[in-house]
């Protein structure tokens, strides 16, 4: 089985300092994730022997911890189904996600969601890896959604979320067209009452701000381009739903047509973001899938 592990070589301005000071200071490692692979045989070493945290390195000497997990603690049970890898290392993975499929297991899928596929790759490609979703996306939201693959990588990451470090943007098209050809949303959202799924703009809401451009008119509708600088739960589509102009084929906060489309139209299409470990600028971006692409004439398609 496939296992990660990060080193650091100790140069003559290291020698000296204690493994707990180089772990975290210079690798970057948190107290919860040392926690869990302290105790393992490989977990912390130096020239391959085990060593306590209080160690103090010596020049010429190779610091290895181990990222992936000890065990595996997520109960996502691998099986197998469709995958479309856009990347994929040592430390993450990065998906696009077919629109009806969830990310995570939960009441009534629990063997039919992207973190059942993931488990079942890593199985077949010999990986020790636990689910370790980043973000999520909506089961109806196509797109881009990156998963960690270690404790190390997922903490890193969700730090990044919602700041510069971590760049989402969306394609959607929207029933009539915004106020304006660009703008913010900045309307607190929370819990529809006496509804479980349903979020709706109420003044003690969570804070909410979504950044919309027109791309084009499409007629009736606007295919339009949006960033989060928030993440809550149905975000944009409450939010272009309170401007008056909800996403086409939303069922929940517009009108549902599954003649026209079977979910609404959004889609996360171009990512970027700092590697977890390397700090590496990774961009990718995922074409519009075939149900949304049919909404606009061949010739407007981004």
């Avoid at 469709?82 to 297991?105: C, F, M, R, T």
């Avoid at 701000?209 to 600088?229: A, C, H, N, W």
Wanted: net charge positive; with cysteine; proline share 8%.
């Amino acid at each position: 089985m496939s296992v990660r592990y990060l080193t650091l070589n100790i140069t003559p301005g290291l020698a000296g300092l204690e493994v707990n000071t180089l772990l975290r200071r210079r690798l970057g490692l948190s107290g919860t994730v040392l926690r869990r692979i302290k105790w393992l045989e490989d977990g912390i070493t130096l020239d391959g022997a085990r060593v306590n945290v209080r160690v103090r390195a010596k020049e010429g000497q190779t610091l290895a911890v181990r990222l992936t997990d000890p065990e595996l603690t997520s109960g996502v049970a691998p099986i197998p189904g469709p995958l479309d890898i856009v990347y994929e290392d040592g430390d993450l993975a990065v998906l696009n996600k077919a629109p009806g499929v969830l990310v995570h297991p939960g009441h009534g899928h629990f063997d039919d969601t992207l973190g059942n596929f993931l488990m079942y790759h890593y199985k077949i490609t010999g990986e020790e890896s636990d689910f370790h979703p980043v973000h999520r996306l909506d089961k109806g939201t196509s797109g881009l959604v990156v998963i960690a693959k270690h404790p190390h990588a997922q903490e890193k990451l969700k730090k990044q979320l919602h700041s510069g470090a971590f760049r989402r943007v969306y394609l959607a098209v929207c029933d009539g067209a915004p106020p304006a050809l660009s703008g913010m949303i900045n309307a607190p959202i929370g819990q529809t009452e006496g509804s479980l799924m349903a979020r709706e703009v109420r003044p003690d809401g969570q804070p909410a701000r979504t950044r919309y451009k027109v791309v084009r008119p499409l007629g009736s509708r606007t295919l339009l381009e949006l960033g989060l600088d928030t993440g809550r739960t149905h975000q944009i589509r409450v939010h272009m739903a309170y401007i008056g102009c909800p996403l086409t084929g939303d069922f929940l906060y517009g009108r549902p047509d599954p003649a026209l489309i079977a979910r609404p139209a959004l889609h996360s299409a171009e990512l970027e973001l700092a590697h977890p470990v390397t700090g590496e600028r990774l961009r990718f971006a995922a074409p519009l899938p075939a149900d949304m692409a049919a909404l606009i004439p061949k010739e407007d398609i981004p």
